[in-house]
């Protein structure tokens, strides 16, 4: 499934992945072969093992050693300062520390000053939850509180009513200064990542937040520094907006449409003007593209097309995030190198994504069983099948609900015939996964596409997977298996025994391929799902393999 890439294009990329979960480390490499470009990833020993860190010195060497024989880098300054995304939020490492590892990239720049480097820095989460697993240990009894206080003090910052001293008393001393000095070394290190980007170690930079809210710790950490990205002018390289395991997915789509245009950093000579023109304004609204008609012109950026059909929708904010869904999209689509057409223009657009709204009760597929009424479900498949017939590349983002696909949109698109027609799909986790994946498919799509090169099975093949893992467990296996007793507690804690987990795997490999196959059409009958796993012992996340069928 990998076509001789065409001239202009990267032909590999090499990317540092958030952690070593599908979605971090294979998903990019899944949305680079649509376009037939090759990922290269770390060995696998290198990387985390959940709560175990990566090889942080190590990575560094690596990426070291590759950046001489690939033509971009893709690099989470998660991993390469702490050894992933949980290793960010409970190592001890000083800031010093992080920052003498990120070092390696002002290195790599010196030795290579034409090849594009692009990052992304995660702010330290907060989650509303007393789940461990992937915080501190002290998470288990003050989770919550901890929560409820970093939106306490931001409420403060603002001069809104607050309980800060309430909160406050409510966590012991101890925990308070270990939470809030691991905040500190946090916002010091990506203070740092911007001037890497301020001095043009970096091409571009993206700060994204997961697991956030309207008012918290990690929010009020984003309104510093987009301060600082304000007053040094860095609006051109650095993005900020909510998500994180999508990110990686969107830094290759960037990539392919950077190089495609002729804006990656090696041609900054020759294209600069173009190129800080069409990036103008990236941070809080994405650029727009000159409507235009006559033939395509392959060095232009990418077009997408934004549409949320239900009334309302578009202000909407979905849960763990802290902007309404039309922003969030915006911010996705200039993140992944993309521009919207003026005024939404869909004739100069290369793809539109259509977007299942957020649910206004901020539902949970997760804990919830039913999607969302027949009515608003019927104008988005009406919307999606119209512009396929119309020879529109689509992609559907559909974020009704976290944590899994909305079944009743699912099973309407099957129906109409449609499902198995647009370019890609999504309904995952947050909202911001969602379109971000969704958002970079259709990129490398579009510049495949251009110069000839889209590859139709793998294309097939992310489509199936989304569907097969956002709709099939997520939605509904999960749920259903989530009733009964072995596995009703582990969504977020591995399991002990791993005779569970062999129970479990083997009950997903058979309710998979059922519920999947229920949906009927070319994809269905394209792949064949196997060997289910749990990359983390637990039942949040699944990876399987999608095999052609012969």
Not at 293 to 299: L, S
Not at 423 to 430: D, E, K, L, P, V
Request: hydrophobic share 45%; net charge negative.
């Amino acid at each position: 499934m990998n076509p001789q890439p065409w001239k202009g294009l990267p032909v590999r990329i090499a990317l540092l992945p958030l952690d070593e979960r599908p979605v971090n480390a294979t998903l990019p490499t899944h949305i680079a072969a649509i376009a037939g470009v090759e990922v290269l990833t770390p060995p696998a020993e290198l990387l985390p093992r959940m709560r175990t860190p990566g090889r942080a010195d190590e990575l560094a060497g690596w990426l070291a050693e590759v950046a001489g024989a690939v033509d971009a880098l893709v690099v989470s300054l998660d991993m390469l300062g702490y050894g992933g995304l949980i290793g960010s939020r409970t190592t001890q490492d000083a800031a010093s520390a992080v920052v003498e590892r990120l070092a390696v990239l002002e290195s790599i720049r010196s030795r290579f000053p034409r090849l594009p480097i692009t990052a992304v820095t995660t702010v330290m989460r907060a989650s509303r939850s007393y789940s461990p697993a992937e915080e501190p240990e002290y998470w288990s009894r003050h989770g919550v509180e901890l929560h409820d206080l970093g939106g306490a003090l931001h409420r403060e910052f603002l001069g809104e009513p607050h309980e800060r001293d309430r909160l406050t008393a409510a966590v012991p001393t101890d925990v308070r200064a270990d939470f809030w000095l691991r905040r500190l070394r946090n916002h010091t290190v990506d203070l740092f990542t911007l001037g890497l980007a301020g001095r043009g170690t970096l091409d571009t930079l993206l700060v994204t937040a997961d697991d956030t809210a309207p008012r918290a710790a990690g929010s009020l950490e984003q309104v510093w520094l987009r301060h600082w990205v304000s007053a040094t002018g860095l609006d051109t390289r650095v993005l900020m907006y909510p998500g994180a395991d999508e990110v990686g997915s969107v830094l290759v789509a960037r990539a392919l449409a950077d190089n495609a245009a002729g804006r990656a950093a090696g041609r900054a000579a020759g294209r600069a003007a173009g190129s800080a023109a069409g990036e103008k304004g990236a941070l809080d609204a994405v650029p727009t593209a000159r409507a235009q008609d006559g033939p395509e012109r392959q060095d232009e950026p990418v077009r997408i097309a934004v549409e949320i059909c239900e009334e309302g929708g578009a202000d909407r904010i979905a849960p763990y995030e802290n902007v309404p869904i039309a922003a969030g999209v915006a911010r996705q689509i200039a993140a992944a190198g993309a521009e919207v057409p003026d005024g939404g223009e869909q004739r100069v657009a290369d793809a539109v994504i259509v977007v299942h709204a957020p649910d206004p009760h901020r539902g949970d597929m997760a804990r919830r069983g039913e999607g969302t009424d027949r009515a608003v479900v019927e104008a988005v498949v009406d919307r999606v099948a119209e512009l396929v017939e119309a020879g529109s590349s689509v992609g559907v983002a559909d974020v009704r609900y976290v944590n899994g696909a909305d079944p009743n949109l699912v099973r309407a698109l099957a129906e109409r015939g449609v499902l198995d027609r647009i370019r890609a799909y999504g309904g995952w986790n947050t909202a911001g996964n969602t379109v971000g994946s969704v958002v970079a498919a259709l990129v490398a799509h579009a510049v495949g596409h251009r110069h000839g090169g889209v590859d139709e099975a793998a294309e097939s093949r992310l489509r199936w997977h989304r569907i097969v893992e956002d709709y099939a467990y997520q939605a509904v296996v999960r749920g259903e298996l989530a009733q009964e007793r072995p596995y009703a507690d582990h969504m977020s804690v591995p399991f002990p025994d791993p005779a569970d987990v062999a129970s479990y795997l083997e009950r997903c490999a058979k309710r998979l391929p059922e519920v999947a196959e229920e949906l009927g059409g070319a994809d269905a009958r394209r792949w064949l799902i196997a060997s289910p796993r749990l990359p983390w012992g637990r039942t949040f996340e699944i990876d399987f393999d999608l095999v052609p069928r012969t």
